[in-house]
């Protein structure tokens, strides 16, 4: 579906927003805590590294059921899942993660949840939840 301006409509496929606030309240905050901290403890060994990076990327899934991979670009009425973008050279991810990621993943990941205290602040920390995966490993 174009607009008028012959442009492609892109949405993001999520759950409801009542379906992210309740999962958030009831299970979301604690198993996200719980999830973050085994990925950053399995980051401190080089063997669990990757297996804590995949963890950090996903965190927004289990704090609020959302992929901010997963993108929907409706066009003249198809629907069309956008899921791989071009990624940063994989030696530059990697000194970004060993050198920033972690730790500042780290600290963005507990203001969001600081944040995410208030239902005015929520939606603030879900957005700031989506951005993890960038912010870990430049991931895209």
């Not at 060994?45 to 950090?56: A, E, K, S």
């Not at 927004?60 to 409706?74: E, G, H, N």
């Not at 205290?117 to 912010?135: K, Q, R, S, Y």
Request: some cysteine; charged content about 10%.
């Amino acid at each position: 579906m174009k607009t008028s301006e012959g442009q492609s409509i892109v949405t993001r496929r999520q759950p409801g927003c009542l379906i992210q606030i309740v999962w958030f309240a009831l299970i979301g905050w604690w198993a996200g805590q719980a999830w973050a901290a085994i990925a950053w403890f399995l980051c401190i060994t080089v063997v669990g590294m990757p297996l804590g990076v995949m963890m950090l990327n996903n965190v927004p899934k289990i704090i609020a059921l959302r992929d901010p991979s997963d993108v929907m670009v409706v066009q003249r009425g198809e629907h069309m899942i956008v899921r791989e973008l071009p990624q940063v050279n994989i030696m530059l991810r990697a000194l970004y993660f060993l050198l920033i990621g972690w730790w500042l993943s780290l600290i963005w990941i507990e203001l969001a949840f600081v944040v995410s205290l208030t239902i005015i602040g929520l939606p603030l920390g879900f957005w700031m939840f989506d951005l993890v995966p960038a912010l870990v490993s430049l991931k895209r």
